[in-house]
């Protein structure tokens, strides 16, 4: 997923139903089996609005700049994208694998709790939750660019805030509607998304000029050094393949859908990705494109041979954000409910209307809320960015602990209902995969990395809090 030009079900636990009281929190230990059952065909989620929500939440607004961000690099940046899709894949793959061993609503959160404990478990869902706050306010700032093509409203600081609100609440609402309602803006706005930039990059082959891509090698760093810098800003245009695996408590047969929507929502972004990007090269000028502010507009431009683009554009991105912003507040709520449940977030976190973490969203998108208000109305950018930045570490967090929890259960053996035979392919693939997630991990750069580290072990004392809280009821009931 990419904001603005800076990303399961339980083997025994219900999927969420209409209850209004949170469940029960206390916890087990990461190591142990699942204690709680969802029964199966309970999911709303079929394998096309599993597919939607990964391939809508990876697309964000990011795609309308990329052209234009890595084409100093020359068209060695297309084989860069080719390397990360391969990397993406994998991680794709592996959150299928894992999946089909605990199907359970939480997806990477789940997975490093019951490879290597409670508190690996919470720094998974601290991390991811931080991610999907922050994101979401992103994602609205950088929205209300877009919107501000069709409705000048940037000239007031209180029409901005308003406009920048309401592009977070509505998908709140939709959420808190249930997750009927969350699928289908899901699954419409995806293909709303995907139609302008397919035909982007459709129509582009007609009007490609090869003269106009420019060099190979356009940095002159060599090929190396170029597809590394260029890799460096595609890296995060993948964050979101975990979608489906963190929702799998909604999706039907999550043993075999999860797996099967992470590849097909990753695979057609990529697509997405590589042939938008291909388009742009093919019609827009190489000299003209490193400049450009607006390269998919340019391009529209360039093939109707008139000056809408842009309008064109700003639509087809308040779409995509809108889409992304919708499956990003039910994944803010996801993790939380996870952790909730077993004991390791405050308990409010779990509680559940209409199939949906009701207190999960409304926190979620009132943190989001608060940090935009703050962007625009008291001059806090500098915070902003900050927390943005933090974003780069800590979203790489869970596919790190993820990917190892995988690699934790070939070496032991557990596979799961993975063939003996197919051993070394999934140790392969496991590794892949860890190299991908510790490549994203070296992508966000040093100072992502240091104030990640700050924000991610600040929660480090919820986690005491909680722990305390847990070890304290415990101990009352044994002593009666």
């Known amino acids: ?70 084409a100093p690099y020359g068209t060695v940046s297309l084989l860069a994208f080719a390397v990360l899709t391969v990397g993406a894949i994998a991680l794709a793959l592996v959150f299928g694998k894992l999946a089909r061993r605990n199907p359970r609503t939480g997806g990477p959160y789940v997975y490093a709790r019951e490879a290597f404990g409670d508190f690996a478990g919470f720094l998974s869902a601290w991390s991811y939750w931080i991610t999907t706050w922050v994101s979401n306010a992103a994602l609205a700032v950088a929205a209300v660019g877009y919107l501000d093509v069709l409705l000048p409203i940037q000239h007031s600081a209180l029409l901005t805030i308003a406009a920048a609100l309401l592009l ?20 419409v706005s995806t293909v709303l998304k995907f139609v302008p930039l397919a035909l982007v990059a459709i129509g ?3 009007f490609f000029d090869p003269a106009k891509m420019g060099p190979f090698d356009a940095s002159g760093s060599g090929w190396v050094g170029g597809m590394t810098a260029a890799a460096a800003i595609l890296l995060f245009s993948y964050l979101g393949v975990e979608s489906a695996a963190m929702s799998a408590g909604q999706v039907r047969d999550p043993e075999r859908n999860v797996g099967r929507a992470s590849v097909l929502g990753t695979t057609g972004a990529a697509l997405v990705y590589l042939l938008g990007t291909l388009a742009v090269f093919g019609t827009v000028a190489h000299s003209q494109l490193v400049h450009s502010t607006a390269p998919f507009s340019d391009a529209v431009d360039v093939m109707s041979g008139g000056s809408w683009g842009g309008t064109v554009i700003a639509v087809a991105a308040l779409v995509s954000m809108t889409g992304a912003l919708n499956g990003w507040t039910l994944l803010a709520a996801q993790a939380p409910y996870a952790a909730a449940r077993d004991g390791l977030f405050p308990a409010v976190f779990g509680v559940e209307k209409r199939g949906v973490p ?22 806090a950018k500098s915070a902003f960015e900050m927390l943005v ?42 590794l892949g995969a860890f ?42 009931q044994r002593d009666r």
């Open 1 to 70: 997923m990419q904001t603005s030009p800076v990303l399961p079900r339980q083997a025994a636990s219900p999927t969420p139903a209409a209850v209004d009281h949170p469940v029960d929190c206390s916890g087990h230990s990461g190591h142990s089996a699942p204690e709680q059952v969802e029964e199966h065909g309970r999911g709303r989620f079929g394998l096309p609005t599993a597919t939607a929500l990964v391939m809508g939440n990876i697309i964000g607004g990011g795609i309308f700049m990329l052209p234009a961000a890595v």
């Open 389 to 430: 930045l933090v974003t780069s570490f800590t979203a790489t967090v869970p596919y790190l602990l993820s990917t190892a929890a995988q690699l934790y259960w070939l070496v032991r053996g557990e596979q799961g209902r993975v063939a003996p035979g197919r051993l070394l392919r999934d140790a392969a693939l496991g």
């Open 168 to 187: 977070q609440w509505l998908p709140a609402l939709a959420n808190l509607a249930g997750t009927r309602y969350i699928g289908a803006v899901q699954l």
């Open 358 to 379: 009701v207190y999960g969203v409304l926190v979620s998108v009132g943190l989001a809320s608060l940090l935009t208000v703050l962007n625009f109305a008291s001059g």
């Open 435 to 476: 190299a991908f997630s510790l490549w994203l991990l070296a992508g966000a750069g040093y100072a992502a990395v240091y104030q990640g580290v700050l924000f991610l072990f600040a929660g480090i004392l919820v986690y005491v809090w909680m722990a305390g809280r847990r070890g304290h009821r415990d101990g009352e």
């Open 204 to 206: 582009g082959l007609f």
